[in-house]
Antibody, heavy 119, light 108 residues
Framework: QLQLQESGPGLVKPSETLSLTCSVS??????????WGWIRQPPGKGLEWIGS???????HYSPSLKSRVTISVDTAKNQFSLTLSSVTAADTAVYYC???????????WGQGTLVPVSS | SSELTQDPAVSVALGQTIRITCQGD??????ASWYQQKPGQAPVLVIY???SRPSGIPDRFSGSSSGNTASLTLTGAQAEDEADYYC???????????FGGGTKLTVL
């Protein structure tokens, strides 16, 4: 059973870069079985897809965030990462890493990590 | 289209049936998925594909679709079903994931 765990800073200042890592257990980030992604949820609001990465390295990003987002994989550490540049208070959210198999939607989720953006 | 539209809130009496809907052009080409989210918890997938339930999801949850509207039906609502429900699909390119705004279900 695939398990995911987010980690990262507890606070990010405006205009800086948010960086989060998702540690994967029970499967390999280099496996062709899985697709990896990030979703966020501002406090009291709905879910927003940030982007996804496929085992081939191909990535797709939300059009509204594309200019600021990068998703990458570290096969040696069995992790995948999110960087979001030039953050503002509007980027304050619980950030979830998630995964899915080819014929399903996201069905494996981390517990989520709250990242406040504040000076 | 790049939007999925849900009613913000609905309510159902204990033991009764409720249909939660989601509108979007995506459903003409892609199936909807549905997530249940309780306060402080990560979303849980309850329906995907034509009408499939992941292991452990009760059979009182079912999904359907007609035209540009996808539906999640809860037959015999239980108190533990009170939660936010999000629909999910892809845009016309198939490359981008979409979520609806969520529906808050209250079980009376």
């Amino acid at each position: 059973q695939l398990q995911l765990q987010e980690s990262g800073p507890g606070l990010v200042k405006p205009s800086e870069t948010l960086s989060l890592t998702c540690s994967v257990s029970g499967g390999s980030v280099s496996s062709s079985l899985y697709y990896w992604g990030w979703i966020r949820q501002p406090p009291g609001k709905g879910l927003e897809w940030i982007g996804s990465m496929y085992y081939s390295g191909r990535t797709h990003y939300s059009p509204s965030l594309k200019s600021r987002v990068t998703i990458s994989v570290d096969t040696a550490k069995n992790q995948f990462s999110l960087t979001l540049s030039s953050v503002t208070a509007a980027d304050t959210a619980v950030y979830y890493c998630a995964a899915h198999e080819s014929l399903t939607p996201f069905d494996y989720w981390g517990q989520g990590t709250l990242v406040p953006v504040s000076s | 289209s790049s939007e999925l539209t849900q009613d913000p809130a609905v309510s159902v009496a204990l033991g009764q049936t409720i249909r939660i809907t989601c509108q979007g052009d995506s459903f003409r080409n892609y199936y909807a998925s549905w997530y249940q989210q309780k306060p402080g918890q990560a979303p849980v997938l309850v329906i995907y594909g034509k009408n499939s339930r992941p292991s452990g999801i009760p059979d009182r949850f079912s999904g359907s679709s007609s035209g540009n509207t996808a539906s999640l039906t809860l037959t015999g609502a239980q108190a533990e079903d009170e939660a936010d429900y999000y629909c999910n699909s892809r845009d016309s390119s198939g490359d981008h994931v979409l979520f609806g705004g969520g529906t808050k279900l209250t079980v009376l």
